[in-house]
């Protein structure tokens, strides 16, 4: 559906989890959304967003993949609002260790935490320091503080996500363009089923609430902050890695990220 004259707010990984509660709050605040995901779920989703009072269109795209990323830019061009916020939260993980993968899904994870999310940005981010203002969320995670023993490939595309964002923020420091990085711990959605770690301990343990950490992330993108991590263990648990031997910390996740670990 076109789009009314107003501000814009693109969410992508918006079909449930953290990705929906960031587009309910930005239609709260009054911002007409354009949400996209790789799975039909996203119509429902929009049909719920929908009862906000805010315009919603949905873009059911592989953001994995250029055309799918094109598809979504295309979206936001021809949009009649312009542009204010992006929260680029589609993403995936993998549990296993990594020769027990199957490769075929381990690229799918870089090309979606990656490859797909550095077009997105890289398309949004010049249209908006064209206009010189907007607002970036990037979802990375405090897994990018760690090495990730059976989580390797998962730990290191969020490795990247968070430099990346810090670096990018530097960047553009004098354009009018902010960019936020929200690091979350494990958080209650359906991120630890696609990645097939529901025998693992930190996939059967009590996680954050994934309304609490869009509301922490999105406060902060709106402060213009460089970055955020969600809830007071989270933040215990980031500043202990930023100290710890490397082989400790792997050892740590290897405790609770090992396939059957949530026997243990």
């Given amino acids: 559906?076109?789009?009314?004259?107003?501000?814009?707010?693109?969410?992508?990984?918006?079909?449930?989890?953290?990705?929906?509660?960031?587009?309910?709050?930005?239609?709260?605040?009054?911002?007409?959304?354009?949400?996209?995901?790789?799975?039909?779920?996203?119509?429902?989703?929009?049909?719920?967003?929908?009862?906000?009072?805010?315009?919603?269109?949905?873009?059911?795209?592989?953001?994995?993949?250029?055309?799918?990323?094109?598809?979504?830019?295309?979206?936001?061009?021809?949009?009649?609002?312009?542009?204010?916020?992006?929260?680029?939260?589609?993403?995936?993980?993998?549990?296993?260790?990594?020769?027990?993968?199957?490769?075929?899904?381990?690229?799918?994870?870089?090309?979606?935490?990656?490859?797909?999310?550095?077009?997105?940005?890289?398309?949004?981010?010049?249209?908006?320091?064209?206009?010189?203002h907007g607002r970036i969320l990037i979802t990375g995670s405090i897994a990018g503080f760690m090495p990730g023993t059976f989580q390797a490939v998962y730990n290191g595309t969020k490795a990247y996500l968070n430099s990346f964002s810090f670096a990018l923020s530097n960047e553009l420091k004098d354009s009018g363009v902010t960019v936020t990085c929200l690091m979350p711990g494990p958080t209650e959605t359906r991120f630890f089923e696609r990645a097939d770690m529901l025998d693992t301990k930190v996939g059967s343990q009590e996680k954050d609430d994934p309304a609490d950490v869009a509301r922490i992330g999105f406060d902060a993108m709106m402060d213009r902050e460089g970055d955020v991590v969600s809830g007071w263990k989270n933040k215990l648990q980031a500043a202990a890695a930023n100290v710890m031997p490397s082989e400790m910390l792997a050892e740590q996740h290897r405790k609770m990220a090992e396939p059957g670990s949530a026997k243990d």
């Fill in 1 to 132: 559906m076109a789009q009314s004259m107003g501000k814009l707010a693109v969410v992508t990984g918006a079909s449930s989890g953290i990705g929906f509660e960031l587009a309910k709050i930005a239609a709260q605040e009054g911002y007409n959304l354009l949400i996209a995901a790789d799975e039909a779920e996203i119509n429902d989703a929009a049909v719920d967003l929908r009862g906000t009072g805010v315009d919603v269109d949905a873009v059911q795209a592989d953001l994995a993949t250029s055309e799918g990323v094109r598809q979504l830019v295309e979206r936001i061009r021809t949009s009649r609002s312009q542009i204010e916020l992006l929260m680029a939260n589609a993403g995936r993980g993998l549990g296993h260790g990594f020769l027990d993968q199957d490769l075929s899904r381990v690229r799918r994870v870089i090309e979606t935490n990656i490859t797909g999310t550095m077009e997105l940005i890289h398309a949004v981010g010049n249209m908006m320091r064209e206009q010189r």
